[in-house]
């Protein structure tokens, strides 16, 4: 399917365990993005990276861990998971060429850390 | 970081011209000003984009005055498929030091009948 997908959609874990959520884009997109979207913040950015191998930190990047590998895979990585940690995690990618920066979002995956 | 600040929530009826302003104080030469839409359970949608001046598409316009201290989003004739969460982004476009984006904290808009 083109587009942005995220998996899983939804996604419940305990305390102190590893969870990796996927992230995957048909665009070829050079940029994609890491965000969390709790209630009273708005969207948060984790990390970001743009292109294969680059990665950077966003606003919010710590117990997380990224990696990108190949341009249209960017995976995220909760080492040892809180319960702070519950959250909406959206992905994103955006084009690096000129001609427009719009940001295109996944659906978004539920974590929920009990 | 350019921080943003929008009006939590703002309330219209079918028809009308809805303007929502966002506040960036601390924007930097290279960014941009993009607005987003969510609805609930679903990812930002891009609205529209803009530099300065006057931007306008098909759903909406952005104006950014001369200092680009603040933006308003204008959504013309709402209707009630437009009642949603819209965001305000600051982005930095460009290499080198990389690009921070801040996201405001949204402003819920209810379009009533």
């Known amino acids: 399917d083109a587009g942005i997908t995220q998996s899983p959609r939804y996604k419940i874990t305990e305390t102190g365990r590893q969870v990796t959520l996927m992230c995957h884009q048909t665009?070829?997109?050079?940029?994609m993005f890491w965000y969390r979207q709790d209630l009273g913040h708005g969207l948060r950015l984790i990390y970001y990276?743009?292109?294969?191998?680059?990665?950077d930190k966003g606003e919010v990047p710590d117990g997380y861990v990224v990696s990108r590998s190949k341009t249209e895979n960017f995976p995220l990585t909760l080492e040892s998971a809180t319960r702070s940690q519950t959250s909406v995690y959206f992905c994103a990618s955006r084009s690096g060429t000129s001609g427009g920066y719009e940001q295109y979002f996944g659906p978004g995956t539920r974590l929920t850390v009990t | 970081l350019a921080k943003t600040t929008q009006p939590i929530s703002m309330d219209s009826y079918e028809g009308q011209e809805v303007n929502i302003t966002c506040s960036h104080n601390?924007?930097?030469?290279?960014?941009?000003i993009t607005w987003y839409q969510q609805f609930p359970s679903q990812g930002p949608r891009f609205i529209i984009q803009?530099?300065?001046t006057k931007v306008t598409n098909e759903v909406a316009s952005l104006f950014i005055p001369a200092d680009r201290k603040s933006s308003t989003l204008s959504l013309p004739r709402v209707s009630l498929s437009d009642t949603a969460v819209y965001y305000c982004?600051?982005?930095?476009?460009?290499?080198?030091?990389?690009?921070?984006?801040?996201f405001g904290t949204g402003t819920q808009l209810k379009v009533e009948l």
């Open positions: 665009w070829s997109h050079s940029y």
């Open positions: 601390n924007i930097a030469t290279n960014d941009y």
């Open positions: 803009g530099y300065k």
């Open positions: 982004l600051v982005e930095g476009i460009g290499t080198g030091g990389g690009n921070k984006l801040t």
């Open positions: 990276s743009a292109a294969a191998d680059i990665t």
